[in-house]
């Protein structure tokens, strides 16, 4: 099926553990977005790539680090996780003519 | 203060009700305004786009934009227990392109059969 796809589903680090999340689209879309959401913070935009060769901070980009490897992966790394890193990792994918994002169906993270 | 402001809820209602969600926001560049729906433990799906100011109808759903008040609605009328999720609203200034979205906390929905 077309759409965003996430790895992994869940995972659990300990405090200063690394982790790559992998994200996938197959619609051709330029633009990809790295978000996370917190109970009582919404959505968040860490890294964003607007096309690919391209990556710009959102809004909290401490932390973290981003690959965009090809037009269709875009990868978020955790290079020394922390518990505040413990969130609902979403990837999401925009495309020329199409309005609004397509989301995956993310990553549960849990830092202890 | 945030960018985007909406409330969280919870908002339990009977069946059949009209709902309205709403959301307030400051950055005046913001032309291009969504609603996303998300089931729990899923990702969030758009369910209606608005540009600039007005309304739009899909199906039981309308969603209103009040540029000069900084002000959007979502309402959904006869509401089913299949309308329960958490609803976003989002925003951007452009439309294509990297589009960097701007999210609410989102609204906790319940339609109690």
């Known amino acids: 099926n077309a759409g965003v796809t996430q790895t992994p589903k869940f995972q659990v680090l300990k405090t200063g553990q690394s982790m790559t999340l992998q994200c996938a689209q197959d619609m051709n879309h330029n633009s990809m977005y790295w978000y996370r959401q917190d109970p009582g913070m919404g959505l968040r935009l860490i890294y964003y790539s607007a096309s690919e060769g391209t990556t710009d901070k959102g809004e909290v980009p401490n932390g973290y680090n981003v690959s965009r490897l090809n037009k269709r992966e875009f990868s978020l790394r955790l290079e020394s996780a922390a518990p505040s890193q413990t969130s609902v990792y979403f990837c999401a994918s925009s495309g020329t003519g199409i309005y609004g994002y397509t989301f995956g169906s993310g990553t549960r993270l849990t830092v202890v | 203060q945030k960018e985007v402001e909406q409330d969280p809820g919870p908002l339990s209602v009977p069946e059949g009700a009209i709902v309205s969600l709403n959301c307030t926001y400051s950055?005046?560049?913001?032309?291009?305004f969504m609603w996303y729906r998300q089931y729990s433990r899923k990702g969030p799906e758009l369910l209606m786009y608005?540009?600039?100011?007005g309304n739009k109808e899909d199906g039981r759903f309308t969603a209103q934009v009040d540029k000069s008040s900084k002000y959007i609605s979502l309402f959904i009328r006869d509401s089913q227990p299949s309308d329960s999720a958490t609803y976003l609203c989002?925003?951007?200034?452009?439309?294509?392109?990297?589009?960097?979205?701007?999210f609410g906390q989102g609204t906790r929905l319940t339609i109690n059969p």
């Open positions: 989002a925003m951007s200034a452009l439309g294509q392109g990297a589009q960097k979205l701007v």
């Open positions: 950055n005046s560049a913001f032309q291009y």
């Open positions: 608005t540009y600039s100011s």
